[in-house]
């Protein structure tokens, strides 16, 4: 990530990978890394800054919702 300094990246990747990838940014022990549930096709957004990382969204699926509603219908 160091050499994408002051740029936004995307990685598409499994939700294990992503649980870790916070655990690693957020400085979160591993047992606490499992709490958190990834959905498929899911966003979740880290900013990271030279003093730490901040998450700023996790698992947002609005499609999923949409999906829903039209199914349920008018």
């Not at 690693?24 to 990271?48: K, N």
């Amino acid at each position: 990530m160091a050499i994408h300094y002051g740029q936004q990246i995307a990685l598409f990747c499994h939700g294990g990978v992503i649980r870790m990838l916070l655990a690693i940014l957020l400085d979160w022990p591993l047992s606490r890394f499992t709490a958190v549930e990834i959905d498929y096709a899911s966003l979740t957004q880290v900013v990271c800054y030279p003093f730490g990382a901040r998450l700023q969204l996790v698992n947002f699926s609005p499609w999923r919702e949409l999906a829903e509603m039209e199914l349920k219908g008018p």
